[in-house]
């Protein structure tokens, strides 16, 4: 199982990052998928998810600003991310969360890590200046 993030950088706040997730290794359409972030010090904190059926969830700290998407010909996860804070600033990792996760209530609101349980990405990083 492979997941590469991909899309994070610099900006200041107000402005917009798309974050893409590719995946190979197992069969996309059957995951259900999440984004994932950690700053320094902090939790690893479930951004959003996207079900096999692209039922969609958001964590309330970017309700309204963060849009999931995913694109089953590239077996790919995207996170439109807009008016970014400087708060939003950390390392955001996507995961591949499992067959059905998300309606079996498997997905965990907060790790230590972002580490363990699903496949992960290697994470990107996203810094937001004010």
């Known amino acids: 199982v492979q997941l590469q993030e991909s899309g994070g950088g610099s900006v200041q706040a107000g402005g917009s990052l798309t974050l893409s997730c590719t995946i190979g290794?197992?069969?996309?359409?059957?995951?259900?998928m999440g984004w994932y972030r950690q700053a320094p010090g902090d939790a690893c904190i479930l951004i959003s998810t996207?079900?096999?059926?692209?039922?969609?969830y958001y964590a309330d700290l970017v309700k309204g600003r963060f849009t999931i998407s995913r694109d089953s010909a590239k077996s790919t996860v995207f996170l439109q991310m807009s008016s970014l804070k400087p708060e939003d600033t950390a390392v955001y990792y996507c995961?591949?969360?499992?067959?059905?996760?998300?309606?079996?209530?498997?997905?965990?609101?907060?790790?230590?890590?972002?580490?363990?349980?699903?496949?992960w990405g290697r994470g990107t990083q996203v810094t937001v200046s004010s």
């Open positions: 996207i079900s096999h059926d692209s039922s969609t």
């Open positions: 290794g197992f069969t996309f359409d059957d995951s259900d």
């Open positions: 995961a591949a969360l499992g067959y059905r996760a998300v309606e079996r209530h498997e997905t965990a609101e907060q790790k230590p890590l972002c580490a363990g349980d699903y496949s």
